[in-house]
């Protein structure tokens, strides 16, 4: 059974970091990534990663601030969110894609993407 469980998230003055989990399990995944939506508007990229880790691409407004990585022999992705603004608020969902051919630029693109967490809330306080 294939599971993504996101774990980290919480209320968090501006200035202040939090750092997202993603638990994976039930088969191999290869690129994975992060997108978060904020009340009234659409699901929006912020960060991906490639399966051995050595690409990444980032939303502009995220970059700097927030680093993705991954640890494949615990199956985790992890998203170090420093500098938190209050326009970071939103639920943070870990998606994953089972296909060993997309390239890490299609990663912006929650299309791709063959699952999902259910997500994990982050408030951050002006």
């Known amino acids: 059974q294939v599971q993504l469980v996101e774990s980290g998230g919480g209320l968090v003055q501006a200035g202040g970091s939090l750092r997202l989990s993603c638990a994976a399990s039930g088969r191999l995944f290869y690129i994975m990534g992060w997108f978060r939506q904020a009340p009234g508007k659409e699901r929006e990229f912020v960060a991906t990663?490639?399966?051995?880790?050595?690409?990444?691409v980032y939303a502009d407004s995220v970059k700097g601030r927030f680093t993705i990585s991954r640890d494949n022999a615990n199956n985790m992705v992890f998203l170090q969110m420093n500098s938190l603004k209050p326009e970071d608020t939103a639920v943070y969902y870990c998606?994953?894609?089972?296909?060993?051919?997309?390239?890490?630029?299609?990663?912006?693109?929650?299309?791709?993407?063959?699952?999902w967490g259910q997500g994990t809330q982050v408030t951050v306080s002006s």
């Open positions: 990663i490639s399966r051995n880790g050595d690409s990444t």
């Open positions: 998606g994953a894609t089972y296909s060993p051919y997309r390239r890490i630029t299609e990663g912006r693109t929650s299309g791709i993407y063959n699952y």
